[in-house]
Nanobody
Framework: QVRLLESGGGSVQAGGSLRLSCAPS????????MAWFRRAPGKEREGIAT????????YYADSVKGRFTIYYDDATNTMYLQMNSLKPEDTAKYYC??????????????????WGRGTQVTVSS
């Protein structure tokens, strides 16, 4: 079974930037859709960005729109999340997900089949 491996988390000051990566354990793995979710302390996991790998369609939560960019590298089947203008409220554990079911919702975690273990992002004020 394929595993998703996140990297790129860390600590940064408000206004800074980070880039997260999500790569499959099997480089030949490809999927119709990949996404980033996050769980902040005391909150439920929320979908923040999704990309359909076939046509490049993207969706963003309002909380990150204009600051975060999701993109996908076809050559390596790796997904990225470029996060700019980070705020303390972006502090969370970030998870990548893949393989949305037919008719699935881009922001709904139960509609995704594969998950990574997460990478921590901490933004200080």
């Amino acid at each position: 079974q394929v595993r998703l491996l996140e990297s790129g988390g860390g600590s940064v000051q408000a206004g800074g930037s980070l880039r997260l990566s999500c790569a499959p354990s099997t480089h030949t793995y490809s999927t119709n859709c990949m996404a980033w979710f996050r769980r902040a302390p005391g909150k439920e996991r929320e979908g923040i960005a999704t990309i359909y790998t076939g046509d490049g369609t993207t969706y963003y939560a309002d909380s990150v729109k204009g600051r975060f960019t999701i993109y996908y590298d076809d050559a390596t089947n790796t997904m990225y999340l470029q996060m700019n203008s980070l705020k303390p409220e972006d502090t969370a554990k970030y998870y990548c997900a893949a393989d949305i079911r037919d008719g699935g919702r881009w922001y709904y975690e139960a509609d995704f089949g594969y998950w990574g273990r997460g990478t921590q992002v901490t933004v200080s004020s």
